[in-house]
């Protein structure tokens, strides 16, 4: 099968840690080298941000990065970059009329937005996947919410157009029934985790004596790293490494923060760390902690548990699929101090907890979440809506 994959913000050939380069890169980049594997051929559509860029980028033997002229080719925060979609969906129907695709699947909700547009032009089915939610992000974040005036009503209509909708989580089913998207048009297909890669075997960073808490993500509010340093206090001995960047004032925040709190000397931000080091960052904790305050999905936990690693997470999101409560790991709620320094102290405390968790934890990531499953399933979803026509509005 022939597939067109959009991502008009987060390329799969981006370093991860940026302030708009995180799980979706990751997620593009493992779901097409899957689905290459596979035997399908892809072409995975980018925004172009750098003058220096190729047109084409090939990626392996099955997948080329394609990077569209649309804006300038320059640096943007995704919530700009609403103004060129007309132009990134212009120039890629046209690479469409020789590429000719058997399905597009968008990535984001702009990435639909140009790939609804191209895809009347040629009559090609679309699949979409949002990623994040503007009613969620509205909710969260309030006034300080950067997104596009329209941006509900564009994944409304999105919802609605699309041939089908891939959700990655239970609650996000919940999300679009009360957007008003049809449960008829959505699939549930999460995202994955490598394996192969993320394994429990492998060198370890290295580490002192101490019991290591470690988090991972982009340091902004919404992950939660403020709440493991409050709760630092009463976990006693322990140390919180926190792996992710950009390190910028926020960084500089969290550091003023452990030391009003008085554990400055047991927090560390060990900066943006290179995909293929992270591995073994895993394996070198007791405890992976993952407390955002929303998470749509979240690929931190997963990686985790396929490195055999018990996770602590708050319920939200996606983690109340990936975590089994008691069994790979312990969730609790957001915002809830005490019962995460409680948590995090007993399971510390309780050797023989964390190795049945991490047993489990590796177990259900080997056999629920591996990409190749995922993949499969995908192109189940694609083969479906290849064999009619696309329906639009």
């Known amino acids: 099968m022939r597939i067109a994959m959009i991502s008009e913000h987060a390329s799969p050939l981006a370093a991860l840690g ?5 799980g979706q890169n990751a997620h593009v980049a493992e779901l ?4 290459a594997a596979d035997g399908h051929e892809l072409r995975v559509y980018t925004r172009r941000d750098d003058p220096d860029l190729p047109v084409v980028t090939p990626v392996g033997e099955r997948t080329e990065v394609v990077h569209v ?9 995704k919530d700009a970059l609403l103004p060129y979609m007309a132009e990134f969906a212009s120039w890629m129907a046209d690479d469409w009329r020789d590429y000719a695709p058997d399905v597009a699947h968008a990535h984001f909700w702009m990435s639909g937005l140009a790939t609804v547009t191209a895809a009347r032009r040629h009559d090609v089915p679309t699949v979409l996947t949002y990623h994040a939610l503007g009613t969620v992000k509205r909710r969260h974040q ?7 005036a329209h941006r509900i009503g564009y994944e409304r209509e999105l ?4 041939d089908r909708v891939i959700v990655q989580c239970q609650d996000e089913i919940q999300e679009l029934v009360r957007l008003g998207v049809p449960r008829a048009r959505m699939t549930l297909v999460p995202s994955g985790v490598n394996v192969e890669r993320f394994r429990p075997d492998g060198p370890a960073a290295p580490r002192g004596e101490r019991p290591r808490i470690l988090s991972v993500g982009r340091l902004v509010p ?9 709760v630092l206090p009463e976990v006693p001995d322990a140390e919180l490494v926190i792996v992710g960047g950009p390190a910028d004032t926020y960084g500089r925040h969290l550091l003023t923060l452990a030391e009003q709190c008085r554990v400055a000397d047991r927090v560390r931000l060990a900066g943006a760390v290179p995909a293929r080091d992270m591995p073994a ?9 993952a407390t955002p305050w929303y998470e749509p999905f979240g690929l931190t936990p997963l990686e985790a548990m396929a490195c055999g690693v018990p996770v602590v997470a708050t319920a939200v999101g996606g983690l109340t699929d990936t975590v089994v409560d008691g069994v790979t790991g312990d969730l609790v709620p957001a915002h809830d101090p005490r019962g995460l320094g409680l948590t995090l102290r007993r399971l510390l405390g309780d050797p023989t907890r964390r190795l049945g968790y991490a047993a489990a934890a590796v177990d259900r990531a080997v056999h629920a979440y591996a990409w190749p499953q995922i993949a499969a399933r995908m192109s189940a979803v694609y083969a479906g809506v290849a064999a009619i026509p696309a329906v639009m509005a």
């Open 69 to 77: 002229p649309a804006g300038p080719a320059a640096k943007l925060p």
């Open 159 to 162: 919802g609605r157009v699309a």
């Open 142 to 148: 309030g006034a300080d919410d950067t997104s596009p």
């Open 281 to 289: 960052w895993y394996r070198s904790a007791d405890v992976v902690a």
């Open 32 to 35: 097409a080298s899957a689905l």
């Open 222 to 230: 919404r992950k939660g790293f403020e709440d493991l340093i409050r």
């Open 18 to 22: 940026g302030v708009d380069a995180g």
